[in-house]
Nanobody, 124 residues
Framework: QVQLVESGGGLVQAGGSLRLSCAAS????????MGWFRQAPGKEREFVAH????????NYADSVKGRFTISRDNAKNSVYLQTSSLKPEDTAVYYC?????????????????WGQGTQVTVSS
């Protein structure tokens, strides 16, 4: 079992930035690839970013490429999402997720554990 707790969300003006954090506990953190997803009201949960177990491989949704950066610190059992140049359409609840499988990146069903989410609201 892996427990995930997100933090760092909030209200920010368009063009601003936020750093989201996700703290993991339970199992060996470095055994899990990590992802960030988001869900806006009335929309499906969508993939945002993924990072491999070692942190050497990252993947991003086209909508955030060049604006968001995923990173991890295995010594601190944490994964981060640095956001910048935020847009109103980035408004959503952001979730971090962990998966054991080495394959798969963008599909929510590929992930085994989820946090409770943190709200990001971007005002225009």
């Amino acid at each position: 079992q892996v427990q995930l707790v997100e933090s760092g969300g909030g209200l920010v003006q368009a063009g601003g930035s936020l750093r989201l954090s996700c703290a993991a506990s339970g199992r060996t953190f470095s055994n899990y690839a990590m992802g960030w997803f988001r869900q806006a009201p009335g929309k499906e949960r969508e993939f945002v970013a993924h990072i491999s177990r070692s942190g050497g491989i990252t993947n991003y949704a086209d909508s955030v490429k060049g604006r968001f950066t995923i990173s991890r610190d295995n010594a601190k059992n944490s994964v981060y999402l640095q956001t910048s140049s935020l847009k109103p359409e980035d408004t959503a609840v952001y979730y971090c997720a962990a998966k054991m499988a080495a394959i798969g990146v963008t599909r929510a069903e590929e992930y085994d554990y989820w946090g409770q989410g943190t709200q990001v609201t971007v005002s225009s």
